[in-house]
């Protein structure tokens, strides 16, 4: 699984990491600051950037779904451009379901969602200092990152229903391009199947 934050999928890697670096600002309020130092610390600190906020509350239980994420998904992997590398690996987004109405719905693979959190994280750190200034995203650099990420995802693929409507929810926002909606603790118990 950490094949995709490796060398060999450097340049794949550092698309992601470009996308993410220009939609932190955004989906997170970045602006240069004092404000911005202690914003990008609480977001890193537990997580907590994996999380849609909604009215100043976190959504534990939709973590990846946060906006910036299916965005930077989107558009690293499904957008016109980008499209033949979903394409070309259509097979690993397979349902957990083998059998019944779900084993059609098609979902993200872990991979996939793990690597777009982990360049979310760096790009964030670009903004710690309250200013920007640009990182490296080097897979040893962030390894520890994005396991955490693939740990979070397995942890919750053990229901599969929760897990499937997750995977199989941002599938669709990142193959039709919709984005909808932004970790101190998943809230496993919360999450719809």
């Known amino acids: 699984m950490l094949s995709l934050i490796t060398a060999r999928f450097a340049n794949d890697r550092k698309l992601v990491k470009d996308v993410a670096s220009t939609h932190v600002v955004i989906h997170y309020g970045l602006r240069p ?38 965005t930077v998904i989107t558009q690293s992997f499904f957008a016109s451009a980008r499209a033949s ?23 993200l693979p872990i991979p996939m969602v793990a690597l777009a959190a982990t360049a979310i994280h ?3 750190k670009e903004w710690k200092d309250g200013k920007y200034a640009k990182l490296s995203f080097h897979g040893n650099s962030y390894q ?9 995802l397995e942890d ?8 499937h409507r997750l995977m199989s929810d941002m599938y669709k926002i990142a193959a039709i391009g919709k984005v909808t909606i932004g970790a101190v603790a998943v809230d496993v118990g919360a999450m719809e199947e």
């Open 33 to 70: 600051g004092k404000a911005c130092e202690t914003r990008v610390k609480d977001l890193t600190d537990g997580y907590k950037y994996i999380f849609p906020d909604e009215d100043g509350h976190l959504r534990q239980n939709k973590p990846f779904l946060h906006d910036c994420i299916t």
């Open 85 to 107: 590398l979903a394409q070309k690996h259509a097979k690993r987004f397979s349902s957990v379901f083998e059998e019944g109405p779900q084993k059609d719905e098609l979902e």
């Open 122 to 124: 760096c790009s964030l």
């Open 144 to 152: 520890d990152i994005y396991e955490h990420h693939v740990r979070v």
């Open 156 to 163: 919750i693929r053990v229901q599969r229903g929760k897990y």
